[in-house]
């Protein structure tokens, strides 16, 4: 089991203030202690016994992977990453202020690269009424 017992008591202890607040509204000062006190224990036994299987669980997956880890890297295996020195292709972008030669993209003539604003094409309205056909259509509704 991981830990101290101070989750089992905050975990409790929360328990416990929640069953009081919602209990006094509707139950007698002495009742909702009563009722406070059996929520506290009962709850700390719970996360008691939980603590206790999860640490075990864990403590047979933790014996049989580091039995594992043993057998293949020895004691205190550790995997060690080191990245690429690249203070060379850093300075030439610095100095230049274009990429390398070896990272640039081939140019290709055809390419514009220019700004070309969005044209994107009208909107259509099937409908299409002359201003005189709409003034009669309104007209005709007035009449009516």
Partial sequence: MRGSLRWNFIGAGTGMVL???????S?????????SLY??????VL?????????ILMGINGAAGAEET????GV???????TPDDSEELNGLL???????SHQEPEDEEADLSFAPLEPPQL??????QPEELAKAIRHLNEE
């Fill in 124 to 129: 259509v309205n099937k409908n299409k009424l």
């Fill in 27 to 35: 139950n007698l000062l002495q009742t909702t202690l009563i009722r």
């Fill in 76 to 82: 205190g295996g550790t995997l060690d990453y080191v």
């Fill in 39 to 44: 929520s506290f224990v009962i709850l700390f």
């Fill in 70 to 73: 043993q057998g293949r890297h």
């Fill in 47 to 55: 996360i008691f016994m939980f603590r206790l299987i999860l640490g």
């Fill in 95 to 101: 100095k230049n202020g274009a990429p390398p030669e």
């Fill in 19 to 25: 069953t009081f607040v919602l209990s006094l509204g």
